[in-house]
């Protein structure tokens, strides 16, 4: 065995079309864009190169020079604040532990050569929202930009080491669930007063809605982990990102006096599309992708995130908001609806979740493992 860095035309195209090959007899398999994947290595749009971080990637052949294996390794100064932690991501691999173990061992002495001290993953260069955990439950179709694997992956990692750090649950509900007699009650003790009000997204004021949503994610979502307040550029260019796919109808706000209290953001699942589409994203490509988005709706929608401002957490805003965008939400295509991940280290939103009614549909797990092996692995901090 041996592996080859990426770092041409050639070794991309190898490392991003092996996945096809080794998942083609798997019809719940979906080829992810590479440009999806490209962007996470590309210096110029992926702004964790730009505060110091570190990638790279390889592709591990076998005797007979067949690829049979794939990998990345980074490391983010801002991840997991400063401790020595790096990362590892983007693992494919054939069921064979010793394929699996030379990866894990590559990824770790370039780790170990950046000066870290311990490896998670699979994770990703950049945002949780992406490319995060092994899936160890749920082995159906992917959403959009979620790890999906064999479930042999499950002893590739934990015959290595790794040790669990996390797990990540994903709820889905039909979109005409019965909600919860007291969730109605929370709503119209709500709906009473007249100084709220909910309503969805409308494009034609969308800078607004772009101030508003940062607003409340700055209130609601910034202290948690250290994380930093989110810059109305920043804000923007979420927004641009999901410009060509966002169905204004199942974004909601709302108001308290006209200021910002509540958001739920949520986009139609886009696997459903790109999963006619190979991995590319042409021009004939982007046709049949408006094709399919015009004449062949997703029926899944997908929750994005969630936030109340603190003041108003536990008053039933959310069941406000999320009652009066059903009511919407009921009259368009979308028959199920389902929600990204939560770490079981917030048992609150994982509640809310519940409460809902909403049944787990997939779990993913985020390894960890110190390379002094004499070192315990501690489950990620639970959020109160």
Known sequence: MYTVEVKNNKTRKQFLNFPAKLYENDKNWIHPLNQDIEKVFDPKKNKVFKRGGKAIRWILFDGNDQIIGRIAAFVNPKYEGKAAVGGIGFFDCINDQTAANYLFNQAKEWLQSHGMETMDGPINFGERDQWWGVLVEGFHEPLY?????????????????????????????????????????????????????????????????????????????????????????????????MKLVIDPKIVWFVYYKNEPVAF?????????????????FGLLHKLKFLWYKTFKKSPRAIGIAFGVVPEWQ?????????????????????????????????????NVAK??????????????????????????????
């Open 145 to 241: 930009n979620m790890n999906y694997n064999f479930p042999y992956y499950i002893d590739l990692f934990e015959n290595y080491g790794f040790k669990t750090y996390f797990n990540q649950e994903c709820f889905s509900l039909p979109i005409t669930q019965k909600l919860q007699p007291k969730l109605h009650d929370r709503h119209d003790a709500i709906a009473k007063d007249k100084d709220f009000k909910a309503e969805h997204l409308q494009l034609n004021n969308l800078d607004k809605y772009i101030q508003d949503f940062v607003t409340i994610y700055n209130k609601a979502w910034a202290s948690h982990g250290g994380g930093k307040d989110m810059s109305l550029s920043q804000g923007r260019l979420i927004f641009k990102s």
């Open 264 to 280: 739920w953001l949520n986009l139609p699942d886009l696997n459903q599309y790109f999963k006619h589409l190979n991995g590319k």
């Open 314 to 350: 536990g008053k039933g805003v959310d069941n406000f908001m999320i009652i009066e965008g059903q009511k919407v939400i009921t009259t368009l295509s979308y028959k199920n609806y389902e929600m990204q991940w939560i770490g079981d280290f917030n048992p609150k939103m994982i």
């Open 355 to 384: 409460s809902l009614g909403a049944d787990l549909s997939r779990k993913l797990r985020t390894y960890r493992y110190h390379f002094d092996e004499s070192k315990p692995v501690e489950r990620h901090k639970r959020l109160n």
